[in-house]
């Protein structure tokens, strides 16, 4: 029995390699998959966190894993574009229910929140310098192989 047999019957009569070529179509094309892609990175990673104990967030080590696939081009970026979009598009939604509890702890607006804000602007000042040398220096190596 051939390969192509096998895997036609297995699957209803459509060979894997439609199957697979269909799933990277709509990777490519449409919101949803992406977003459950990128959920699907985010679960494996925590879930690895708790089954191994590491010491960091599991989303700490799904951005690494991330990072990982996109940069050898296992996971090409047409995959997760108009998924990363809407979740950009969407980023504020996430940022309402931090300002909610701002508002119900009066104590954040002393010397504590004082305190917690000036890590917060030291953390994304970080952040930001981190990401802007890291984009710089990927631009920069995109260019010598061009």
């Known amino acids: 029995m051939s390969a192509t047999t096998f895997d036609s019957a297995r699957f209803g009569g459509t060979p894997r390699s439609t199957l697979l070529r269909r799933a990277r179509i709509a990777l490519a094309r449409h919101a949803a998959p992406q977003f459950l892609l990128v959920l699907a990175v985010w679960w494996a990673a925590d879930t690895l966190v708790r089954i191994t ?3 960091l967030p599991g989303s700490i080590l799904g951005l690494g894993l991330m990072l990982v696939l996109l940069g050898t081009g296992a996971l090409p970026v047409s995959w ?21 509890a701002l ?28 990401t802007a040398l890291l984009v710089d220096l990927m631009m920069k190596r995109s260019q010598r192989h061009a």
Not at 80 to 100: E, I, K, Q, S, T
Not at 110 to 128: E, F, P, Q
């Open 53 to 55: 104990g590491l010491p």
């Open 103 to 130: 508002l119900e702890h009066p104590e954040l607006f002393s010397l504590t929140g004082l305190k917690l804000l000036g890590v917060i602007l030291l953390g994304t000042l970080l952040v930001m310098s981190a």
């Open 80 to 100: 997760l574009r108009r998924g990363a979009g809407f979740l950009l598009g969407h980023l504020m939604l996430f940022l309402v229910p931090p300002m909610l």
